[in-house]
């Protein structure tokens, strides 16, 4: 069983910065993908920015160039470094995480908050 606890979410201003953290417990290999995703109110989940295990990326088109997903893998952790928050970024995030042999993730985080306001 795999166990993700995300951290890091909060209250911030349009323009600032929140870097989220997800800690997984369990097997490494349930963590081959990693990913953040989305959700506000009224709408559907979606998939923010993944990584895998050899460290290949890919991002939503509303954040490129302003979100940043990492991971240590000796750490059990992945991150999403935020920058130049919109309000419409304004969602609870989850961190997700599958194993190779799967399409969709397995495991879920409880998700963290993120609001973004003045």
């Known amino acids: 069983q795999v166990q993700l606890v995300e951290s890091g979410g909060g209250l911030v201003q349009p323009g600032g910065s929140l870097r989220l953290s997800c800690v997984a417990s369990?097997?490494?290999?349930?963590?081959?993908?990693m990913g953040w995703y989305r959700q506000a109110p009224g709408n559907q989940r979606e998939l923010v920015a993944s990584i895998t295990s050899a460290g290949s990326t890919n991002y939503v088109d509303s954040v490129k160039a302003r979100f940043t997903i990492s991971r240590d893998n000796a750490k059990k952790t992945v991150y999403l470094q935020m920058n130049s928050l919109k309000v419409e970024d304004m969602a609870v995030y989850y961190c997700a995480s599958r194993r190779l042999i799967r399409t969709t993730p397995e495991y879920w985080g409880q998700g963290t908050q993120v609001t973004v306001s003045s």
């Open positions: 369990g097997n490494i290999a349930s963590m081959y993908y």
